[in-house]
């Protein structure tokens, strides 16, 4: 079946710098994307999402990027802070169900 | 203060004890969901409800079932654990499942089978 994939498990990220996390999608039908972190001993929790009408939306510190040509979504954190530090995913929306890949662990460089 | 509550938090048991894992949610969501979560798999639907009585399967639901008599609960039973049903799951909900509304999800329950 088709999956949502992201480019690279892990990220390490200087403190202060820019991080961007990848992720790859195949399922042409998805109609919404959402980016999710995840900490250590807790649930995922949302960061920001985006339909698939959208090419860009902008959060508080962070951008998520839609480019359905190349079926490909990126979330982009600004002065990328200890807290940060995650695994984040990214998840596509298919009729009622949301299909997740499988992570990318940030870690930030004080 | 708005919240998925799942319980029991960790469980360790053994092959064919019955078991339940319960969730709750105070928002009046109308959708929830199950999920596994293992090591390089990432989160797995098991069994998602749209509202009350309706149910249906997501990609892994064997070995699972599911029941929602009422909005707010949506308790996850495992009739005959198996050792392969070892793994990190959590309940999530939403308003609706379409786009515009991303799901909420609990703090995980850890289950070992033995």
């Known amino acids: ?110 | 203060e708005a919240q998925v509550t799942q319980n029991p938090r960790y469980l360790i048991t053994v092959t064919g004890k019955k078991l339940t894992v319960t969730c709750s949610q105070n928002m009046n969501h109308e959708y929830m969901s199950w999920y596994r979560q293992d090591p390089g798999l990432g989160l797995r639907q098991i069994y998602y409800s749209m509202n009350v009585e309706v149910t249906d399967k997501g990609d892994v639901p064997e070995g699972y079932k599911v029941s929602r008599k009422e909005k707010r609960n949506f308790p996850l039973i495992l009739e005959s654990p198996s050792p392969n049903q070892t793994s990190l799951y959590f309940c999530a909900s939403s308003f609706t499942p379409v786009q515009g509304q991303p799901q909420h999800f609990g703090d995980g329950t850890r289950l070992s089978i033995l």
């Not at chain 1, 902008?58 to 940060?84: E, Y």
Request: hydrophobic share 35%; aromatic share 10%; charged share 20%.
């Open chain 1, 1 to 110: 079946g088709e999956s949502v994939g992201l480019h690279l498990p892990t990220l390490s990220v200087q403190e202060g710098d820019n991080s961007i996390i990848n992720c790859a999608y195949s399922n042409s039908a998805s109609d919404y994307f959402i980016w999710y972190k995840q900490e250590s001993g807790k649930g995922p929790q949302f960061i920001i999402d985006i339909r698939s009408n959208m090419d860009k939306r902008q959060g508080q510190r962070v951008t998520v990027l839609l480019n359905k040509t190349v079926k490909h979504l990126s979330l982009q954190i600004a002065a990328t802070q200890p807290g940060d530090s995650a695994v984040y995913f990214c998840a596509e929306n298919v009729d009622y169900k949301l299909s997740f890949g499988a992570g990318t662990t940030v870690t930030v460089r004080a």
